[in-house]
C-alpha cells in the first residue's frame, strides 16, 4: 500500500517511504523547473525526515541538475573529485573508469585496517558538505545499486555499553592521500564519534570507513573494537534503504544523518553518476 506523508493540502508531491525511517521515494515534481518556495521546503524536510530522497522519471541536463542543488544551498567543488563539465566544477563524476585511479591513491598503507566503504562525503573537512545531489547518465543493465544507511538507527542499535564507550571520543577522518594526487593538501581532522544533528537534534554515528579512521586516545586494538560495533550496526539491513537505479533517478541527501555504500557488482561495465555536493553554513569563527 502507497503511503503519502506530511503533504498539505496545496502540495504537488506525493511521498512514499521506502523503510520506516530511511528512504523516500517523492513523485509529483518537474526537477529540472524552478521550485516553488512552499515545494522547496517540503523536499528539505523530506531529506531531513528520511535522511535520503529519490526522484524518478528526471529530465535533467547538467544545468538542470546545477540549478536544482542550487536552491538548498552554496554548491561545493570538490579537489578531489573528476569534474563532468569544463562549464563548472560543481559537477563530480562518479565512473566506473575512474576506479583504477580511485583504488591507487587510496591504497591501504601497512598498518591500515580493511574495512567496507560505508562512508559519507567531505567528511575529512572540518565542516563537511550537508547535501548530495547524485544523478543517473550511465547505468548497467543490471547491478550497481546504492546503500544509504540511517545513523541515528546505527546509533539506536550499539549496546548501551559501547555507547558509554564511544561518548566523547573523536574520530580520525584521514583524505589526504586523495588530495595530494591533485596537488592539494589538508590536515587530518576527527569529528565526533557520536554526533548531535544540529537540525533534527538526533544521536548518530558517524564513521567514514574509507578515510583510515582511528579513535583517537584509545589504543589500536580497543578502537579497532569499537569501529568493528559501527560497521556491524552500518551492515545490518533494518538500518538501510538500496536503491536500484534506473534511467532518469535522482538521489538527494543528508550527509550528516547518513553513510552510504556503492555496490559495485557490475563487472566492466560502464557505469556513470554525476554528483553535486551542498555546502554547509560557516560553524566556527576565523579566530
Not at 547538467?62 to 563532468?84: R, T, V
Amino acid at each position: 500500500m502507497t503511503t503519502v506523508v506530511e503533504a498539505s493540502v496545496q502540495s504537488p508531491l506525493a511521498v512514499r517511504p521506502l523503510q520506516p525511517t530511511i528512504g523516500a521515494e517523492i513523485d509529483g515534481v518537474d526537477l529540472s523547473q524552478p521550485l516553488p518556495p512552499a515545494v522547496r521546503d517540503e523536499i528539505r524536510a523530506t531529506v531531513l525526515k528520511y535522511k535520503v530522497v529519490f526522484f524518478r522519471d528526471q529530465d535533467l541536463t547538467q544545468e538542470g541538475h546545477e540549478n536544482f542543488a542550487g536552491q538548498f544551498g552554496p554548491l561545493y567543488s570538490h579537489p578531489g573529485a573528476e569534474k563532468a563539465d569544463a562549464r563548472t566544477t560543481a559537477i563530480h563524476r562518479i565512473s566506473s573508469a575512474d576506479f583504477d585511479k580511485v583504488a591507487k591513491v587510496h591504497t591501504p598503507q601497512a598498518d591500515d585496517d580493511i574495512w567496507d566503504p560505508y562512508h559519507t562525503d567531505t567528511s575529512w573537512r572540518l565542516v563537511p558538505t550537508w547535501g548530495a545531489v547524485l544523478r543517473a547518465v550511465q547505468l548497467p543493465e543490471v547491478g550497481g545499486d546504492t546503500i544509504w544507511v540511517d545513523a541515528a538507527l546505527a546509533y539506536q542499535g550499539l549496546a548501551d555499553e559501547v555507547k558509554e564507550r564511544l561518548e566523547g571520543r573523536h574520530v580520525t577522518h584521514d583524505f589526504r592521500a586523495a588530495l595530494h594526487a591533485y596537488g592539494h593538501d589538508y590536515p587530518v581532522v576527527a569529528h565526533p564519534v557520536v554526533r548531535i544533528h544540529r537540525e533534527t537534534g538526533e544521536k548518530i554515528v558517524w564513521v567514514n570507513f574509507t578515510q583510515r579512521p582511528t579513535i583517537i586516545g584509545l589504543d589500536r586494538a580497543e578502537s579497532r573494537e569499537l569501529l568493528t560495533a559501527v560497521i556491524d550496526q552500518y551492515r545490518k539491513p533494518e538500518n538501510q534503504v538500496r536503491f536500484t537505479w534506473r534511467p532518469g533517478s535522482v538521489a538527494f541527501w543528508d550527509n550528516r544523518a547518513a553513510v552510504h555504500y556503492a555496490v559495485r557488482n557490475y563487472g566492466t561495465t560502464p557505469r556513470l553518476l554525476e554528483r553535486i555536493l551542498i555546502a554547509d553554513e560557516p560553524l566556527y569563527a576565523d579566530l
